[in-house]
């Protein structure tokens, strides 16, 4: 179909560059990292092949959010979204953009979302999972208190959250010692995210928050196939939830979720997406340049699903969660 | 439907029992304990009145997996084992036999497997993830060389091997800090155990192997959704396999492994692992006590699927695999 | 869930009662008729029972369709309308209506829809299939020229039109002789409505009034199933199109149709259903009193979709096409 | 995949050509024609080129079904046959033979397939539905008592019997007047090989020879959406059944008969199927020269099922039913 829009579509600045290489192996590195640099050339290109009208695009990972010294990370931020806003300033009508934010100071943070929505028109942010903080081992998710202001300016500002995938960092990831390939978007990336999700959800925030709007790539990162079991293990046992938010997990994700097709592009996966979220929270994205937009506009254009609904999670959903 | 079997169904001994507190709230325990330590009251009204004709028994968890000593783990697998001939003898067209290995040592566990198949009458072994092996810090998982012999043992013998999920150690479940509720069958066991088979499959096993049987309860862990992504994310690079098996994931997953629906009564996903391993190879499963009989035997016995399927799935899957 | 809507639910009046004897066998019959003339008592008691806040109320079948004397026909209907806009005004939070309509004669069919929405403040119309038209054996389907002017006038009306199922008339069911059985519900109904259904969309009726909103009951008549054969049967033919219409029949039916549940109670076809035409124009109904509203809520509360599209089909969807 | 096997694949003699007119738009028909004369030249190298193994040949519609004289009829049929037999002498590994029968008389359509299972080593035969006896208005159904004796060979055979659809005669297709396009595959094949096959069912004939194996195509003529609905419309009423089979509808459709792809590459529809009847039942087809073999591969190869049952719907289904 023509005019699809995808959210999950990344850039790269020149400081940020390197942080995208050792996922592919060398030989794709050339072309990665034309890839991430380049906005009005191939990528257009790309996008008009293949009936993309629009890109949200941000910032490549895990960037802002690994850099440890608070005041490196918002130079960094500010630096990749004030790029970015002279990117979308060239062609509003193809390219969008989502603000890059260091996390690693919570008050900055929300300033610099502030301004990227207010000043720069930035249509939402993109964050690389937990961040960084002062040293490279403390790992900071946002569930925690000091980020309650912080998601109160979010619901304020009524604009959505992705929450994008990076590696655990050397010390949390054990479980793949021997076995580096199961890090990245073969599996660790899905972990990483789900459970950084499932903890925003049993936190509490969404009661705090009930209006926040987040985003998972990838088909959600896992979830849909889990979630059932999430809420239901060990149904006999009728105790009180052992965690601090009031509601199921199912609930929060149903509500207050949203996700992407970028990465996977798998019709069984999507079909299950549906049943359990339905397709008015689906969205179409690529994942650009880590993959390939001919890649997932042929599946999606095929993909055995409605019209009705090819056309909503390929672009009106899009229209409506951003504004655009 | 009448003559469910079930594949993971559990009991305890007195020595292991205790493994199995903590994950339930404690006014539950009374009641699970009771349950892990019956085999012919309440279990078989149990599997009476819901249309479950045998359930394969297996040990509960960590149980021996996690009992660092290597003459202790020995000790009371073929403690446990003894216990399970014996109950298994009373009622042998109700119950049928699943060992457990002390995997410390791979050696004695190949002997302890030989023992139960050929002296014991069991049809296959339950494993409980990885084992501690001398210190309880010392993580191994079973990709590792030291246990090339048993697998070829197991192939040989052309008996199943469950892959039952435990809990990461402590040291290694920093993801989870704060938020323990994520811990057990709500995350941290999938999570677990999805990567201890990738780890099967990405090793090269099933290229020496390639008829070992391996199942994974709960739909499969989180695989089936993922499975596609795995092998085909960053689908553009061309590069050679990173990891030392010669095929795609998915190969060995649709070709080594069988899915039980334990615990993760869920139609929908029921419906997306048809789709991505085919019926033949899911088998039903309570997870009994942790799960109710009734829970799984309601919903399994009027999921949507085809009758031809339900047959399957629900007992001759069963019949086939463990040549019951 | 609470608050559902239903939109094929059928009542009787004294004149049309017995059309709707012979569908079910004797021992059915009390029953059957004291539910067809109930609106406030047994009818209400079941919605509250089962969570339906509404019902759109509809005469049974054939009744006015089946009236072959023209001033009889729009005489029944005028009587079946005003009854229905009497026991609407007892109860307009719980009740509205659906014209019955003597389409026998277009203009008089035309003029009584208009006094329906406007003067009686019914929410669209309902009709049993094909009329007779002066003698028993002359069966009019609606995409004849004659009701050009009665479809212009339903598009500016902005109503939906039901197309309720009947059996064929003796003389056209030749294929079931001897196999009774097969016609109503069981078959016949599903072939006589799908057919008009797709005459209508071969005439061009859509193309000359695109805003036309056509409502099928059962899960859509079987079309859904067969949609994409009926456009790509032949498909290496690249002739032009045999029929008046200009589009594909699937667009027609993508476009202009909306599906309800009414006596299909099954997730497979449900789930086919939003694969095909989309979770937006699915309806709950339940076929009342010739289904059972128990057995269709029952189904349908826990039937296998996301909630969100429980939420559509049970009420959301009705509220906005009927614009409750 | 490579090794699929069709199951509905045509051919012509010159005596029957020229009922495969008239579905085509007159200027197909060339193209039409000289694929229907062909055995081993353009056909074998469709197979070739997209992974096709073995066609099991049948003559085209209606031809013997619509001979009303019965001399002819077995005349035409025996002289089909025995040209098919030698067609598949040339290359039995890629060619085998579905028998056409006379059945206008019973014992002759008896005699005939007895011969082609016998002598020239017949898979199975292959009907054109209904049968003209005596006079072209003389519609004959094969639930009728005089062919009991045939059923009961066809059993004892142990050979599968493909109902194939054809058209209804003029007398019997009022309903599509004015909208031939309606007519063979767009709709009418589907509705006079479903009511067939239900009048099959209902008449009590697999409660006589349970082993009877009827192979539907185009994934079952509609039946598997409606099936639910044929057995449970009215569930409220406990009547007796009232046709002569013991069994509902669904049980003989889940356990006599088998459906094929021809001329529906719909993985939506493909996946209902899966779900109503499973894939032991299912069975790849193209309904060649009608539809195109790379139109049926190309969709089949990539249709979003698991390779398991792909290899079972592309193959080995085919390899046990027909014991090839
Ligand atoms: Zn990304
Ligand atoms: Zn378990
Ligand atoms: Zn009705
Ligand atoms: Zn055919």
């Keep these: 179909m023509d005019g699809k829009i995808g959210l999950e579509e990344h850039f790269a600045i020149p400081e940020t560059l390197s942080d995208s290489a050792g996922f592919l192996p060398d030989e794709s590195w ?8 380049d906005i009005h050339e191939g990528r257009l290109r790309q996008m008009d092949e293949h009936g ?5 695009l941000s910032l490549n990972a895990p960037a802002v959010q690994a850099i440890h010294e608070t005041s490196k990370a918002c130079e960094i931020a500010t ?33 610099e979302l502030e301004r990227c929505i207010k000043d720069l028109g930035f249509r939402g942010a993109l964050v690389n999972g937990f961040s960084q903080v002062d040293r490279p081992d403390n790992v900071v998710y946002y569930d925690a208190p000091q980020f309650d202001s912080f998601w109160k300016t979010v619901q304020e500002l009524d604009v ?19 076995h ?11 972990q990483e995210t789900a459970v950084h999700a499932l903890r925003l959800m049993g936190s509490g925030l969404f009661d705090r928050y009930p209006r926040l709007k987040i985003i998972l790539g990838h088909m959600g990162e896992g979830l849909p196939y889990s979630m059932w079991r999430i809420d239901n293990r060990n149904g006999w046992t009728k105790a009180p939830k052992s965690y601090p938010a009031k509601r199921n ?6 509500e207050n979720f949203y996700l992407t097709t970028s990465g996977n592009f798998r019709t069984q996966t999507l079909i299950d997406a549906i049943l359990e979220i339905g397709a ?8 650009w340049p880590f993959e390939n937009v001919d890649h997932a ?11 009705a609904d090819r056309l909503k999670i390929g672009r009106t959903n899009a229209v409506d969660l951003f504004k655009l």
């Design 280 to 287: 008015d929270r689906i969205l179409f994205s690529t994942d």
């Design 160 to 178: 959505p959250f992705y929450l994008h995938p990076r590696n655990p960092i050397p010390a949390w990831a054990q479980i793949y010692e021997g």
């Design 52 to 56: 993309m009208e629009m890109m949200l």
């Design 249 to 254: 997990f199912a609930e929060y994700f149903q």
């Design 79 to 111: 630096r990749a979204n004030d790029f970015l806003a002279e990117q979308v300033a060239k062609r509003p009508d193809r390219f969008q953009g989502l603000a890059a934010l260091p996390l690693q100071d919570p008050d900055r943070a929300t300033r």
């Design 180 to 190: 580096p390939w199961l890090l990245g978007p073969t599996w660790a990336f899905g």
């Design 30 to 37: 050339q072309e990665l990292s034309k890839r991430l640099l």
């Design 297 to 307: 506009a042929n599946w999606f254009d095929a993909t055995s699903i409605s019209e």
